[in-house]
């Protein structure tokens, strides 16, 4: 089956510009959540939605926002890029279970964001 | 609040010798801990988990991790390291958070496996 698809792969933005990135998750899964990826940061959490509500927001400015279609599809918007929005951007989605915490996260591929 | 740690940046392993990648947690409750490998220009990939029950989990790739509950570790192990298996790996844990479960990742490990 198809896995975990982000759109797009590469692009390049100026300062003040905005970006949209794409997830579609595996099929049948509900839960997508994303990353932002930087060397010196590790994996940051951004947010998480279910059944396009979301659950659980990371600590990150009001420029970062997302949302979530009915068929399970993401996307994640960043108004007035800033320089140290460069980084890769990464989506997983998940099967969710209701009150497990087991649930494995499959990821994308990632979106690498460059901010000139 | 819930946390993992990872101490070291790098691991060096020579090609055929045992590895370790250490990992320690901070969570309420009972744990649910993951290992997550990243190679070049991809994403992440799921190596194991535990959830609960026998401490020594086995996962992909001959990989395995030993669940430690008085040491609040989940250190990964192999006994013998390929140079394939140079790679980013994260350890990564799941607590409750606002009703729902939360993802908390370390900030990775780099394994370098030399020829």
């Known amino acids: 089956k198809a896995g975990v698809t982000q759109t797009p792969r590469y692009l390049i933005k100026t300062r003040g510009q905005q970006v949209t990135l794409s997830c579609s998750p595996i099929s049948g899964h509900r839960s997508v959540s994303w990353y932002q990826q930087t060397p010196g940061q590790g994996l940051q959490f951004l947010f998480e939605?279910?059944?396009?509500?979301?659950?659980n927001k990371g600590n990150f400015p009001g420029r970062f926002s997302g949302r979530q279609f009915s068929n399970s599809r993401s996307e994640m918007n960043v108004s007035t890029l800033e320089l140290g929005d460069s980084a890769l951007y990464l989506c997983a989605s998940s099967l969710e279970a209701t009150g497990s915490g087991a649930n494995v996260l499959t990821f994308g591929a990632g979106s690498r964001l460059t901010v000139l | 609040a819930q946390s993992v740690a990872q101490p070291e940046d790098q691991v060096n392993v020579a090609e055929g010798n045992p590895l370790t990648v250490k990992c320690t947690y901070s969570?309420?409750?009972?744990?649910?801990l993951f290992w997550y490998v990243q190679y070049p220009n991809r994403g992440l990939q799921f190596l194991l988990k535990y959830i609960t029950g026998d401490n020594l989990v086995k996962g992909s790739y001959g990989f395995e991790a030993e669940f430690n509950k008085s040491q609040t570790s989940f250190h990964l192990k192999k006994p013998s390291a390929l140079v394939s298996d140079s790679a980013l790996y994260f350890c990564?844990?799941?607590?409750?958070?606002?009703?729902?479960?939360?993802?908390?990742f370390g900030t990775g490990t780099k394994l370098q496996v030399i020829p």
């Open positions: 939605y279910f059944s396009e509500t979301q659950r």
């Open positions: 969570v309420s409750g009972n744990p649910y």
């Open positions: 990564a844990v799941t607590g409750p958070s606002g009703g729902y479960q939360k993802v908390t």
